[in-house]
């Protein structure tokens, strides 16, 4: 509700009229405004840049098929990748 108000206060331009509408004092719809304010600068503030971590489950797998492409049945015909025979 709050936010709606300094809202609709920013995109009519006529912050005198809601206040008095709502019946709250026009310093009180200026709080608001700059807490609106500052809670949106500390939102974007705090959202993360550069690359997403990556899942530690998906990182390992990945590495353990990195590995596996690299072997061929044909090194070993009798036992699988990386087993002894």
């Known amino acids: 509700m709050i ?3 300094v809202l609709e206060a920013e995109r ?3 912050a005198a009229a ?3 509408r709502e019946g709250i004092a026009s310093t009180l719809l200026y709080r ?3 807490k609106v304010k500052e809670g949106a600068v500390a939102s974007i503030q ?3 840049r550069g690359p997403k971590k990556q899942d530690p ?3 390992e797998l990945e590495t353990e098929n990195s590995r596996s492409i690299g072997c ?3 090194d070993m015909p009798t036992a699988g990748c ?3 025979p």
Do not use: D, E, S
């Open 32 to 34: 608001w405004r700059q």
């Open 72 to 74: 061929r049945t044909t």
């Open 82 to 84: 990386g087993q002894l």
């Open 57 to 59: 489950v998906k990182a």
């Open 3 to 5: 936010v709606q108000l």
């Open 12 to 14: 009519t331009g006529n």
């Open 46 to 48: 705090a959202m993360k």
């Open 18 to 20: 809601i206040c008095k």
